[in-house]
């Protein structure tokens, strides 16, 4: 079997890893590293052992695949030539900066019959693994994301920057569509929201809580699922899961508090969640997820089935994002009118409109005066 010929466009610290994974590969040969940044391409590929351009279109004709790892305002425009060219692709999350650019990209890959997969790498999280096999219809759905400032995805806010992991893995859990979304957000650096919080309740009655800071003290990657079968904590760092699960008799509503005798209520005090909230915690091994999600790229070219995270599934994260990105940038800080909105916390009349902001002053009043 001939080796699949494959480009990373990008150099920086992501671009990096997906290189050193490919040249690793016996199945595939690492054609070049793309950057206009010299000294970032010639060391990438120095380390990697292949040619280092300046630019992707010297390379057509001499690649089958590419994974693209540039900021995410570059990605419509580098993948869209590509495709159009027959390269079957992985581009970094988010696939695109707007739902629009990404339903295109989607469509072209359909129509060229290429690979359009979206680096969504929690998805390879043996952790979030273990949870979704034992929480098939999560009801509730809690996740916190944070971390320090890293000066690394600067184009975009932490909605898709960070929050677009969670997004992600709540629409691979929750099949069903957004009835509501209330969201907030707080700009500390610049002009776009560094902290994020949406509630999303969906058609079929599941609520997911998410909240996502790129300004934070502490690393927190967790998520908790609750469903009418049981409980499931994933630590996404750690690769922890733990699964409560509940006893046949309270699932049934047959333990009943206020019947029980004095001493079977001591009794209790003591015992009751092992009886009837048992726990499980599972441990897994370190994984390299970077080098599972190209395993599942390559393999995709290979046997032509869908990739773990398809362009579809990336253009609904982003089409979701888009929805809480427009809720935070009509987020009332006050109960008046013309008062303060926003990320910026500005008023009204100072708004300049940003690519998500949809909000005009007559959908405002119609909705006050709907109640």
């Known amino acids: 079997m001939s080796k699949l010929r494959i480009a990373v466009i990008g150099a920086g610290r992501l671009g990096g890893f997906h290189a050193q994974k490919l040249a690793e590969r016996p199945d ?3 054609t070049a590293v793309v950057d206009p940044f010299a000294p970032h391409r010639h060391r990438v590929a120095a380390e990697c052992d292949c040619e280092a351009s300046a630019e992707h279109r010297c390379l057509r004709g001499r690649i089958d695949a590419a994974v693209i790892a540039t900021p995410t305002v570059a990605h419509y425009s580098l993948a869209k030539e590509l495709l159009e060219d027959g390269v079957h692709l992985l581009v970094e999350k988010p696939l695109c900066h707007d739902s629009e650019d990404a339903d295109a990209l989607v469509d072209l890959a359909r129509r060229r019959q290429r690979v ?5 790498v929690e998805r390879f999280n043996p952790a979030f693994c273990a949870a979704a096999q034992q929480i098939a ?28 992991h969670d997004i992600d893995l709540v629409l691979s859990l929750v099949k069903s569509r957004a009835r509501r979304i209330d969201a907030l957000g707080l700009s500390v650096l610049g002009g776009r929201e560094d902290v994020a919080n949406a509630r999303i309740t969906f058609d079929c009655g599941c609520v997911a809580t998410l909240s996502a800071s790129r300004v934070s003290y502490e690393n927190t990657r967790r998520m908790n699922l609750w469903s009418l079968e049981g ?5 996404f760092a750690a690769r922890t899961t733990t ?3 509940p006893s046949q008799t309270l699932k049934n509503r047959e333990f009943d508090v206020d019947q029980l005798s004095p001493e079977r209520t001591e009794y209790y005090r003591q015992h009751f969640a092992e009886e009837h909230l048992p726990r499980e915690m599972l441990q897994f091994e370190a994984v390299d997820a970077i080098a599972l999600e190209l395993q599942d790229f390559v393999e995709a070219i290979r046997t032509g089935r869908q990739p773990r995270v398809s362009g579809e599934m990336g253009r ?30 500005v008023h009204r009349r100072h708004i300049i409109p940003a690519p998500h902001f949809r909000y005009t002053a007559d959908e405002e009043v119609e909705r006050r005066e709907a109640g």
């Open 28 to 30: 595939v040969e690492l």
């Open 116 to 120: 359009l997969q979206v680096g969504h």
């Open 137 to 164: 219809a999560p009801k509730y759905i809690e996740a916190v994301r944070a971390g320090g400032f890293t000066f690394r995805s600067t184009d975009v806010g932490v909605v898709l920057d960070l929050m677009i």
């Open 231 to 235: 409980f499931a904590s994933v630590d």
């Open 243 to 245: 699964l409560i699960r």
């Open 316 to 345: 609904d994260a982003v089409t979701l994002a888009e929805e809480i990105l427009d809720r935070i940038q009509t987020h009332n800080w006050d109960s008046t009118l013309e008062g303060p909105v926003g990320p910026l916390a």
